[in-house]
């Protein structure tokens, strides 16, 4: 059974046990782009904002107490996980938003008129824009909600990141002991301790989490009180100084006002801030993904000082074959997040006068990276680091056999003296260790006491002083 609707466009037929009307379904037709609908954490920040403005138009008189009540306990049923199936607007759409506003508009008013004993489509008891979206409009509703979710986003990454950074760190001591050799560009180099590395990834994923956290306190500043431009046109005072204090106690946000609304409305550097610190930890992770790979290659045939887990049979033909399969997918998360800021960046760029039309990809992109990037920590986590063993026998052959050591002398007997020790084991295909020792040139003691990198700590670990 359908009821019909009419807006400015025209009339449609809608299914009468549906909660959105005609304008969310006109959206719902022109945008079929990406097939899947708005983000759960963004339809309850929506109904976060109808709730809060709500409450402010009631204190500035704009709203009688019987339709701000059965608003606000209609928005309250959305922020506990209800009528999201109402919720049918593509994520990725024009008009600025307009249709995910409308949306949320038009399911609140017809979930506040049944509670207030009315029919769907009627909109006599409340009505989506003259209630529900009263003093507003998509170009402060949208925006608003997008850094809510995008608060409760970054959050939930924090708490991985924090996780990850802590299981680095105990790899770090456990690994502590273990010497292996260093290679820069990627040769080899002098002598390091496996726990050195694992210590700089537990470091760089501290710096991403401050920068996560950072970004907390940026991103906070909403343009909800300026309606349509910035200028508050259609909203009362009272309720354009105080309406995002009250929305900061409803969503448990600490959110505060654009310093200038126009500003606010206009400018979306805000997000592409916010991409970059995203890509920025992206990156951070996928090379230290792409050193497990390489330091676990082989096994026999490759580096092998260390062991990942085994997850799953690598090759439907290869028997025996293990892949090093979450570092892979923590590197393709990190390819896909670059992209996403790239379409990022480009968004905010196109804005022209006083509104950006591209939020709605803005949000998509940004959303997805923050859910990728906390879903890829967590098997990242679990799956991969916790379960890292060391190759520590296979560690100390390579140092042994590698020419690398031969930097550690330099200090005592010179470059040009160094450089000749280097070459006669290249071409003797002997080691350092057996020349400076066979040739009387060092004690074995000395030669251990020169190369070893036990000597220095590193900073949080208890290393070995010398």
Known sequence: MYRLEADSVGTKKILKEKYYGVQTLRGFENFQITGKKLHKDFIISLAEVKKACAIENHKSGCLND??????????????????????????????????????????????????????????????????????QSTNDVIPTAGKMTLIKLLKVSIGKLELLEVELSKKAVEFDRIVKMGRTQMQDAIPIRLGQEFKAYAVVIKRDV??????????????????????????????????????????????????????????????????SVVKTCAVSLSKIANDLRLMSSGPRAGFGEINLPSKQNGSSIMPGKVNPVIPEVMSQIAYNIMGNDVTITFSAESGQLELNHCEPVIFYNLFESLEMLSNGVDTFNNNCIQGITANEERCREYVESSVGTVTALCAKFGYKKSAEFAKDAMRKNTNIRDEV??????????????????????????????
């Open 210 to 275: 401050c920068r996560f956290k950072n970004l907390l306190t940026t991103i906070n500043a909403v343009n909800l009180g300026g309606t349509a431009v910035g200028t508050g046109l259609n909203a009362e005072s009272h309720y354009v100084k105080n309406v995002v204090n009250t929305l900061s106690e409803v969503c448990k946000i600490d959110l505060v006002q654009n310093e200038d609304l126009v500003d606010g409305t206009q400018n979306l550097d805000g997000f592409v801030m916010a991409s």
């Open 66 to 135: 019987k339709v701000t009540k059965a608003i606000v306990e209609a928005c309250d049923e959305i922020i506990d996980g209800k009528l999201h199936d109402d919720f049918i607007t593509d994520p990725i759409q024009g008009g600025a938003g307009t249709s995910m506003n409308m949306n949320i508009n038009e399911v609140v008013a017809n979930r506040a008129s049944e509670i207030l004993g009315g029919k769907k489509g009627e909109y006599i008891e409340v009505h989506p824009n003259d209630h529900v979206n009263y003093g």
């Open 437 to 466: 020792i066979g040739n009387n040139i060092l004690t074995n003691d000395e030669y251990n006491k020169l190369v070893n990198p036990m000597r220095m700590t590193m900073p949080g670990v208890p290393g070995i002083n010398e």
